[in-house]
């Protein structure tokens, strides 16, 4: 019913920048809180920030005043951007949102998670 879709990832050396976008799709009412989380090589997946649907912001102590992440509720999408990149945020990058979705048998809220993208962050 809601499908959730990643793009933006990729190689980019220490210092640089990446913007990844999520953009949800499906017969949406809202969109709750949205996320960011990651999973890096040997690493348990961990939250990097999340946003809710009244732009309250969280984020990890590791990437605080490095990422940004941001949403455009008419295109149901939420943004990271990541800057001062670093090899430690090498991981997949997955989007998670709280969707209230709706169908022909009725109105929903559940969890959804995107397929992730990878971002490598190397010389």
């Known amino acids: 019913q809601v499908q959730l879709v990643e793009s933006g990832g990729g190689l980019v050396q220490p210092g640089g920048s990446l913007r990844l976008s999520c953009a949800a799709s499906?017969?949406?009412?809202?969109?709750?809180?949205m996320g960011w989380y990651r999973q890096g090589p040997g690493k348990q997946r961990e939250l990097v920030a999340s946003?809710?649907?009244?732009?309250?912001?969280n984020y990890a102590d590791s990437v605080r005043g490095r990422f940004t992440i941001s949403r455009d509720n008419a295109k149901n999408t939420v943004y990271l951007q990541m800057n001062s990149l670093k090899p430690e945020d090498t991981a997949v990058y997955y989007c998670?949102?709280?969707?209230?979705?709706?169908?022909?048998?009725?109105?929903?809220?559940?969890?959804?998670w995107g397929q992730g993208t990878q971002v490598t962050v190397a010389s």
């Open positions: 499906g017969i949406i009412f809202s969109i709750n809180a």
């Open positions: 998670n949102a709280d969707v209230n979705y709706g169908s022909w048998y009725g109105r929903y809220r559940d969890n959804y």
């Open positions: 946003i809710t649907d009244g732009g309250s912001t």
